[in-house]
């Protein structure tokens, strides 16, 4: 690559000598692709919603800086790689569903793990927040959003990072790719692409220890109106944290995970505006969960969880003014738990009624767009998702909106929408498999299928050099299974039903100046809630939320050697009587990038998460992060 071809502006004695890889599709001519690798990091044209990318304790993963993302709340125990519990719009971990190519990937024992994902980031396009009208086209057993990966094209080239910071930090990473065409056939093209990384230290605080290995390769086919990615990952993680799932920090708890994932995606273009695309995955987790790291045999549990899919999804146009979106997931899986008391076996997963299960969900959404003005036009859905189990009952769910739209030539344009849509999911074997009078978790052999409506008012304004989005919607969760606590019963967790109606409010705006681009939200919550039962005293997810939460992401490039990203966190949380710490919280995460002339391709980072050393507990009863510090260098070619 000849970097000659870059701009030669300085800034403090310095020039742009590092490249940033980007996850987006790679231009069609080399001078383009040096042109795009050559850029620096930007917030708002990537479709990245936070400033930083980069984590500061560990090596970079896909859930890495969502808890900054203005259309996510993510609470994590230990760092958001150890484990992190994504949730969207007030609902809790379990409705979350991660979505890779057409498929939604599912951990069958606990929400806990489903953001459990082998997979590099360079590997995948940026996320994108899926709600209402089409979390129930797209999403599989999610009832509230789902976040959604594509597979990216596999650009030429490589790095390797080296990194440390306070606490005992170390991490490396190294990845390489190459491309190339096929001597019969120049409209075709492939790829592969290896990555290794490594993560420990000891945590910022006792027992907030971890160590990190992933390991992934890729090989992709690229056609004239096609991809196809042959992929496979395997990820090993130690990490322990006080308190971690019992709300008693005098527990010194760890967990351990392996996972693998294999997976087929191939995306077809066709028509004009028509396309499917059909991915399969298998998927295996292993955990083992120790209770008192200084006592092991006090309590352990092992968990082997299996699982696979082949989904097919798209949208077929018969003429400008109707269209088919459509989607399908076949997935099965299976779950072998055991579990020790005092060396003793003890209630596992297994006292449920099954330890195996298979799905399906079928959802067809008809489209009809009617043209008004010039650049102007009004669209309707409507339509239905069809769910069922061989373990519980189906459920045939209604999905509609109405849709106002007007583009214009210079890239401005305005939108209004009005959204239904219902959604249904089924419980883990966590909630589901366990002893349902004995143990710390306690189950309940007896909670239903989970159903959420949605009704959604939104609006959408983008200018030149500036965004906005709001929304208002109403959520009604019938039978949304949540872990409580009794006083009455102080050492059990159990899983109960609860009826939930949710109000919100999410407003996010962007603005982008001559050297500096931001963005920031505003969201509003409020629940009303129904257990059916008096002696719940308290919540650990369903009524752990924000009722107020502020995001400002803004990345600085006062020239093209250095850049400064901030991305920023206030909330006010409902008052919870497991909580030991304040309910309002301010987190920042600071990033500083240089790149020194004297090495082409070197980039040297410093980075400082939860700056102002807030000691929220993110869980209730968890104890939450210090502050983190770490350095390094990343040589990319």
Not at 357 to 375: A, C, M, Q
Request: charged residues 20%; hydrophobic residues 30%; aromatic residues 10%.
């Amino acid at each position: 690559m000849d970097h000659k071809l870059s701009t030669s502006l300085t800034c403090l004695g310095l020039t742009l000598g590092g490249t940033v890889i980007a996850q987006e599709v790679p231009t069609s001519t080399e001078e383009d692709h040096v042109e795009q690798a050559l850029s620096l990091p930007t917030l708002i044209v990537s479709g990245q919603e936070t400033a930083n990318v980069r984590p500061v304790t560990t090596y970079e993963s896909p859930v890495s800086n969502l808890e900054f993302n203005p259309r996510i709340d993510f609470q994590s125990r230990n760092m958001a790689e150890a484990q992190g519990d994504v949730t969207i719009r007030g609902g809790i971990f379990e409705n979350t569903g991660f979505r890779v190519g057409s498929a939604t990937l599912i951990d069958p024992q606990t929400g806990h793990y489903s953001a459990e994902l082998p997979i590099a980031p360079e590997m995948l396009t940026a996320p994108e927040v899926l709600v209402a009208g089409d979390n129930a086209l797209y999403g599989f057993n999610s009832t509230v959003g789902t976040i959604s990966y594509g597979w990216s094209q596999i650009q030429d080239g490589g790095s390797a990072t080296l990194g440390g910071g306070d606490h005992d930090l170390n991490f490396q990473r190294l990845h390489h790719a190459v491309t190339g065409t096929f001597a019969n056939a120049e409209d075709w093209s492939w790829g592969a692409e290896v990555e290794t990384s490594r993560s420990e230290s000891d945590g910022t605080i006792q027992y907030g220890d971890h160590n990190f290995d992933r390991t992934t390769g890729r090989v992709q086919l690229v056609g004239p109106n096609s991809q196809t990615d042959f992929f496979a990952g395997y990820q090993s993680k130690f990490f322990g944290w006080p308190g971690m799932y019992t709300a008693t920090p005098t527990n010194q708890e760890s967990e351990s995970l392996k996972t693998r994932l294999f997976s087929i995606n191939h995306q077809q273009n066709y028509g004009t505006k028509s396309y499917w695309g059909l991915s399969s995955y298998y998927r295996r987790n292993n955990d083992y969960f120790v209770l008192r790291r200084s006592n092991p045999s006090y309590y352990n549990a092992t968990h082997e969880t299996k699982s696979g899919a082949v989904a097919l999804a798209g949208k077929h146009e018969l003429n400008e003014a109707f269209a088919i979106n459509h989607s399908v997931q076949l997935t099965a899986d299976s779950i072998d738990s055991k579990a020790k008391f005092k060396g003793n076996p003890t209630a596992a997963l297994e006292e449920g009624h099954f330890t195996s299960r298979s799905y399906i969900k079928v959802s067809v959404l008809p489209e009809y767009r009617l043209p008004l003005e010039e650049n102007e036009a009004l669209s309707f859905r409507a339509g239905a998702s069809f769910d069922d189990t061989n373990r519980d009952s189906s459920e045939v769910s209604p999905i509609a909106d109405i849709t106002w739209e007007q583009t214009n030539t210079n890239g401005q344009s305005e939108k209004l929408y009005l959204s239904y849509a219902q959604a249904t999911q089924v419980s883990g074997y966590g909630a589901i498999g366990g002893s349902e009078d004995s143990g710390t978790f306690r189950s309940n052999h007896d909670l239903d299928r989970e159903i959420s409506q949605n009704l959604e008012l939104g609006i959408a304004l983008n200018r030149s050099g500036w965004s906005f989005e709001g929304a208002l919607f109403y959520r009604w969760d019938d039978d949304l299974v949540d872990w409580t606590y009794s006083e009455n019963d102080t050492s059990a967790r159990s899983a109960k039903g609860v009826d939930i109606e949710t109000f919100g409010i999410e407003l996010i705006a962007s603005k982008r100046w001559n050297t500096v681009e931001a963005i920031a939200s505003y969201t509003f919550l409020d629940k009303d809630e129904d257990y059916g039962d008096d002696s719940i005293d308290a919540s650990f997810y369903a009524l752990n939320y924000a009722k107020h939460r502020i995001t400002l992401g803004a990345i600085w490039t006062p020239c093209e050697s250095v850049q400064v990203r901030i991305d920023n966190e206030w909330r006010s949380q409902e008052d919870n009587d497991l909580r030991g710490s304040d309910n309002e919280a301010l987190f920042t995460h600071i990033g500083v990038s240089v790149y020194p002339p004297q090495i082409d391709g070197l980039e040297l980072f410093l980075a400082v998460d939860n700056a102002w050393d807030d000691d929220y507990e993110e869980v209730p009863g968890t104890p939450g992060r210090s502050d983190q510090v770490s350095c390094g260098a990343t040589y990319r070619w």
